[in-house]
């Protein structure tokens, strides 16, 4: 690719990514792999607290979200989230945000842009926390 194409397409991702956006995030969502939906989301996510510490918890929901066949594409611990598509081939984004409240208190949050999803995924998340 040319110097000027590359030079010109940097300045439309930079236009495109409008004032709100970081380059950063704006590469992301070029990419499809773009968490900020689901942090947008996040007040309308359903939550749950679990008396239990925030590793175990973050733990277990590793393993539920592999049990259940969701496809993992995104990890940010800054950002206390783990980022799953429900399958690999239904890529309706789904986030799981945790929060330590103590040493054995931790709120799971799970956030999405589809209510469904949302839905479908909390209910296998917290079901699988409370066993």
């Known amino acids: 690719m040319g110097r000027c194409k590359l030079i010109g397409l940097g300045l439309i991702m930079v236009f495109v990514s409008g004032c709100g956006v970081g380059m950063k995030e704006s590469l992301r969502g070029v990419a499809g792999v773009s968490t ?6 996040l007040s309308g996510a359903d939550s749950k ?13 590793q393993k539920i979200v592999k049990e259940i066949g969701a496809y993992v594409y995104a990890v940010d611990k800054s950002k206390n989230l783990i980022a799953i598509y429900v ?28 209510k469904f999803a949302k839905e479908i995924i909390s209910g296998k998340i917290f079901s699988g926390l409370e066993k």
């Open 36 to 41: 900020k939906v689901l942090e947008d989301n």
């Open 49 to 61: 607290e679990f008396d239990l510490a925030y590793d175990a918890v973050y733990s277990q929901v």
């Open 87 to 114: 399958t690999e081939e239904d890529t309706t984004p789904v986030g799981i945000f945790f929060k330590g409240l103590d040493n054995n208190k931790t709120r799971v949050s799970i956030s999405s842009p589809s």
